[in-house]
């Protein structure tokens, strides 16, 4: 299956594709009008001291980015979502994210919410909740103001002892007596020790405070009222991605609508599945009353014209191959046009000089006689209840030139048989002789055996295919059955196609100077004829 196949259901179904289309976007539009913007307010947290620090190093960098994303993993949590709740008053919280800025130690706390001021407040209580989880919380606030004031006295005691000795040693350097040396010295080791114990005693109460420390979080950037929609063209991405979805859900259908549909529709459809070529494609005509028009379709409508002359050539090439005496008009059910397709390829090949003989074989359903207003008091059925038949008085001249009709004649029982009898082939035989194309309307494949049997007497047959009615099993059994007899199938004809769905475009070729010539029924004869015989 090429790409044009693939193409093919979308473009057939374009009508589906656009109303699909317009549902999704106008439903979206009218589903917006309902709905209240969103507002987004954040709030941004720092972990660790890392940034303050003059020379910060790895270690301590990667240490508060992992910290970062366990605060940020802690915020989602339902102890403070409950402990938020509490504080607010609220039962349930709007929607939020903590996530962390890429490769930094900063946290951001994101609140959506349809009012603006809650989504602050939710915000901010958020981050607070979370500082409070951390070894920062203000709740040691009392005894981390203790430890200050110990650190502040012992820096204090560190510097007087210090000045101590230092006087201390100034002595030492001025005394003489050996009592007073031993003096000095002793005091100098008893400050020395003091001032060791004063140091360790600083040191430790250091390490509670925050000051380079690593495992802490405070806000750098409270949340505040947000003024404008979070995405102020939400709006219009909804009825795109709307437009989006219908588009491919037109899409599904119509691939899905391809599926379930059942019938042929078009060249590529018929070569595709029945494995034949197309020969001709016989467009619907204007105001085409149904399958029993006249061959009058052939002298009005220039399109029929032309589809007709098409399908004469594509025989004139085959007959360069083999002989083309006798053709077989066949369908796979009764609906498909076959008496008129017949009908007129007898006009066409007879305006080209040929000399044809139409037999209308279908004696389930004769339409032939209609087709040229003629009698079908005898016919075919009087031809084959005898052995040399008068073929002067059963065949009919019409207004075409060159073309006789026989009629299927009055109707019995014994139809059927007497064309499977053995006179059929010597009917058939006689008017060969008298003819250079012998043409069948035929009944149809599926309905009777009787299209079967005279497919083998023939030199060749045409299946008519109705363009999207034929069923694609119908069509695959009519030709089965046809090739099991081993008949010449030629190919196909395609009937009542749209002029959009031809390959070819049919311009009136008989209006010179743009005006428009003669409407009497002799001269459309006479145009038709011109056109079909050059």
């Known amino acids: ?114 009012n603006p001021e809650r989504a602050q407040i939710v915000a901010n209580e958020l981050a607070r909740q979370l500082i409070l989880q951390s070894p920062s919380s203000s709740e040691n606030q009392e005894s981390r103001q203790f430890i200050q004031e110990q650190i502040d006295w012992l820096q204090n005691r560190i510097n007087e002892t210090q000045n101590e000795i230092d006087a201390a040693r100034v002595e030492l350097a001025e005394s003489f007596s050996a009592s007073r040396i031993a003096e000095r010295q002793a005091y100098i080791t008893s400050l020395e020790e003091k001032l060791s114990a004063l140091q360790a005693n600083y040191v430790a109460y250091q390490a509670n405070t925050q000051q380079g420390a690593i495992n802490t979080i405070r806000v750098i950037e409270p949340a505040e009222i947000p003024t404008r929609p979070a995405d102020p063209n939400m709006a219009i991405k909804i009825m795109l991605l709307a437009a989006v979805v219908g588009v491919a859900l037109a899409a599904g259908a119509a691939y899905v609508l391809d599926y379930l549909d059942n019938s042929l529709r078009g060249r590529r459809d018929i070569e595709t599945v029945l494995k034949l070529p197309v020969l001709g ?130 109707l019995n029982m014994y139809g059927a048989e007497l064309l499977n009898s053995a006179r059929m082939p010597r009917l058939l035989h006689a008017l060969e002789e008298r003819a ?24 060749g047959a045409l299946l008519v295919i109705d363009f999207k009615r034929t069923d694609r099993s119908s069509a695959q059994r009519a030709v089965k059955r046809l090739q099991q007899v081993h008949a010449n199938l030629l190919g196909t004809v395609i009937n009542r196609m749209p002029l959009k769905n031809i390959d070819y475009f049919v311009y009136d070729y008989h209006r010179p100077n743009g005006k428009g010539s003669p409407q009497s029924p002799n001269g459309r004869v006479k145009e038709a004829e011109g056109v079909l015989a050059s």
């Open 436 to 459: 250079d194309f012998v043409i069948l309307d035929s009944p149809p494949v599926n309905a009777a055996t009787d299209a079967v049997v005279l497919s083998t007497l023939v030199t």
């Open 281 to 410: 494609t016989v467009p619907r005509s204007p105001g085409e009353p149904g399958v029993a028009q006249r061959v009058s379709a052939l002298e009005d409508h220039p399109a029929v014209l032309e589809a007709y002359r098409e399908l004469r050539t594509n025989l004139q090439f085959l007959a360069m191959e083999r002989p083309l005496r006798s053709l077989l008009i066949t369908s796979p059910a009764p609906t498909e046009g076959k008496s008129r397709v017949a009908s007129n390829l007898a006009a066409a090949l007879a305006y080209a000089g040929y000399r044809v003989i139409l037999l209308d074989v279908d004696l389930l359903r004769p339409k032939q006689h209609e087709q040229f207003d003629l009698p079908n008091e005898t016919g075919i059925i009087d031809a084959l209840r005898t052995d040399e038949p008068e073929l002067d008085d059963l065949l009919y001249t019409t207004s075409i030139p060159q073309l006789l009709v026989m009629p299927a004649g009055r």
């Open 1 to 114: 299956m090429d790409l044009l196949a693939y193409v093919e259901p979308l473009r057939r179904w374009w009508w589906l594709m656009i109303v699909s289309v317009v549902v999704t976007t106008v439903s979206s539009f009218f589903y917006l009008q309902e709905v209240p913007p969103t507002f987004q307010a954040g709030t941004t947290l720092m972990v660790g001291n890392a940034i303050e620090s003059l020379n910060p190093n790895s270690n301590e960098l990667a240490l508060t980015q992992q910290l970062a994303g366990t605060y940020a993993n802690i915020a989602k949590r339902k102890p403070v979502q409950d402990r938020t709740k509490e504080a607010l008053g609220m039962e349930w919280l709007p929607e939020y994210d903590a996530r962390v800025v890429w490769n930094t130690q900063l946290l951001e706390i994101i609140v959506i919410d349809t």
